[in-house]
């Protein structure tokens, strides 16, 4: 590994001229020397090769995204870069988010009952969805589609790893998943975030209220809500 001047015996054994040297790390440089043996010993390494570099790979999953701070109309997550860069520097994350209020039968994956609840698991990218609550019928009015709220490109946003959805509904459950992007393209979709609750606001004031009717002994006020 070139980076860090370590040298490691890749195999003492071949009877060619030629290895394929395999489990290395993408994006990484290394250099090569060979030695050569006979019934004596060793011969000295012979000169070093050229510095090679393996190619990169995109981004490896990014974790769930987590609540930082949570108002009546915005929410500001905050998240890690992922473990596997890929062997390249991070160029930018893609924000998607989605309501996942409980209509229809769906619920918080926090709130499960893991008696009661089958989790459905997306075996092409291996990503968790919500729940159902056992025996409901999908319907098209239960599924909510991922939107792409934001990306964060600027240096200054790369390195505090935190958004702010705005815009929310209040008192709404929202979910956030988040890709990585570095010189070879998109990673993965991570895994989904807990639901994140916006707070609640007061209602507001009700209309006026007005008589519709009357009698002697009563009266039968109106408003709108």
Avoid at 42 to 67: D, F, H, K, M
Avoid at 69 to 94: D, K, N, Q, Y
Wanted: hydrophobic share 35%.
């Amino acid at each position: 590994d070139h980076n860090n001047n370590e040298w490691v015996t890749v195999d003492n054994h071949i009877k060619t001229t030629y290895i394929t040297v395999m489990n290395l790390k993408p994006g990484t440089k290394y250099q090569f020397r060979a030695l050569a043996s006979n019934n004596i010993g060793w011969s000295n390494g012979a000169t070093l090769s050229p510095v090679y570099q393996t190619a990169c790979l995109p981004p490896g999953v990014t974790e769930p995204p987590t609540l930082i701070h949570a108002a009546m109309r915005h929410l500001i997550i905050g998240w890690h870069r992922p473990t596997e860069t890929g062997g390249a520097e991070v160029e930018s994350f893609e924000i998607q988010q989605r309501n996942s209020n409980l209509v229809g039968g769906w619920k918080p994956w926090e709130q499960e009952d893991a008696n009661s609840v089958e989790s459905n698991i997306n075996a092409n990218n291996k990503r968790r969805i919500s729940t159902l609550i056992p025996k409901t019928k999908i319907k098209s009015s239960m599924l909510y589609a991922w939107k792409t709220i934001g990306q964060v490109i600027n240096k200054h946003d790369l390195e505090s790893l935190r958004f702010t959805a705005e815009s929310l509904g209040c008192g709404v459950y929202y979910e956030f998943r988040i890709r990585t992007k570095n010189k070879k393209g998109w990673g993965d979709w991570g895994f989904p975030s807990k639901p994140f609750l916006t707070k609640a606001n007061i209602p507001s004031a009700p209309s006026r209220a007005a008589c519709v009717k009357q009698g002697a002994h009563f009266l039968i006020v109106k408003w709108l809500p």
